[in-house]
């Protein structure tokens, strides 16, 4: 070997010694440290406000909070599997995690209702508190582990409206023959009533409407009913909404998945979710206020107060149907109990706090 080729040789092993000492003091790339694939799959329309955009935020946070080590990528509904069917998606592992809103899936235990929402059940701040604090976690965790999945609440939507109606709503009788599109325990109650429950997803319920298929429809709140111009379609904007006082909008992670992670990628989900949960209940809030100007204002929407008489037959009803379901089996009852018992505390603490702060607040004085 001549001198020329000798140093040749020696530059590039120092090269490569140098390039071995870099990878030893300075982080491998995430995809050499391997790179968790997370396929998020969602029940609704890609992008829309409040839940498609919820499920991009959580997918973003998880992602950002890890470094890239788990890197998660949104499937709207129709995307992977339709908007119904992303429970069994989960659960099989065909996707490693779901967002939804857990009464869609009460075709698999009807205890799923209490960890989205029941009629006349808890409020938005209500159900965080019970999840918690009050063992509502630990109960889902049961549940869900039964389907191969952990659940986190992941937002909520607060206190939906009633819903939007091509024909005054007076009397009960008026439910009769009406055919609405309404999921969860509402839509039964509304069956006992006379009506003609449809349960579809958000992306099929504006032509339903426009076409006669449905008669009525109930979905979010202002801003995502605003979103779906549901105000060109049907005139009367019925509240409160009974059916839904505080839905939760639910994370799932298939349970063989969620076990092989780390300590630490778990904390970083049940972080991400956290945050996702106050975040959009604040962003929920704050644009329905807003959404609902619009609609009156701009889109002069008749904005209509169901008669007490109305609401105080549906609550009697809603508590008929809600025992009902929780004697249907032990873990329904169980998850019903604690429920039960958390609702009697609440209303009691709601009564002398929120309820009569809101009240006070309504007093025609100056401020």
């Known amino acids: 070997m001549n001198r020329r080729d000798f140093l040749g040789a020696a530059a590039a092993a120092g090269a490569v010694a140098g390039a071995a000492a870099a990878q030893s003091a300075f982080p491998r790339p995430a995809l050499a440290q391997g790179v968790r694939e997370i396929k998020m799959v969602t029940s609704w329309p890609k992008g829309f406000p ?7 935020r959580l997918a973003q946070r998880i ?14 509904a129709g995307e992977l599997v339709p908007a119904f069917e992303v429970f069994d998606a989960v659960s099989n592992g065909t996707a490693e995690m779901y967002h939804s809103s857990d009464y869609y899936f009460q075709g698999k235990s009807k205890a799923f ?11 938005a701040t209500e159900m965080n508190a019970w999840v918690h604090h009050g063992g509502g976690q630990a109960l889902w965790d049961e549940l869900s582990a039964g389907f191969n999945m952990k659940a986190f609440p992941t937002s909520n939507t607060g206190v939906q409206m009633g819903g939007w109606f091509n024909k005054e709503i007076n009397t009960l009788e008026d439910y009769k023959g009406l055919k609405m599109r309404m999921p969860g325990l509402g839509g039964e109650i509304l069956r006992r009533l006379g009506a003609t429950v449809v349960n579809l997803p958000g992306g099929e319920i504006f032509p339903a409407l426009q076409s006669g298929a449905i008669d009525a429809t109930e979905w979010v709140g202002p801003w995502n009913d605003l979103a779906f111009g549901f105000y060109k379609v049907a005139k009367y904007y019925y509240y409160p909404g009974f059916h839904e006082p505080g839905a939760i909008i639910s994370a799932a992670v298939n349970l063989k998945f969620w076990n092989s992670l780390s300590d630490e990628d778990k904390a970083i989900i049940a972080a991400a979710t956290g945050a996702e949960n106050d975040y959009g209940l604040a962003e929920f809030n704050t644009r329905n206020a807003d959404a609902l100007q619009t609609l009156v204002n701009d889109h002069h929407v008749e904005v209509r107060k169901m008669s007490d008489d109305i609401i105080q037959a549906i609550g009697q009803l809603s508590g008929d149907v809600v025992r009902e379901i929780a004697a249907g089996d032990a873990t329904t009852t169980r998850v019903y109990e604690s429920f039960l018992a958390f609702r009697k505390k609440m209303v009691s603490w709601s009564r002398i706090a929120d309820q009569a702060y809101a009240n006070a607040r309504a007093l025609p004085f100056t401020y």
Do not use: E, I, Q
Not at 63 to 76: E, H, W, Y
């Open 50 to 56: 409040g839940l498609g955009t919820s499920a991009d």
């Open 63 to 76: 992602t950002r909070l890890s470094g890239g080590r788990l890197s998660v990528k949104v499937f709207s």
């Open 113 to 123: 209702n209490f960890f989205s929402t029941v009629p006349f059940g808890l409020t």
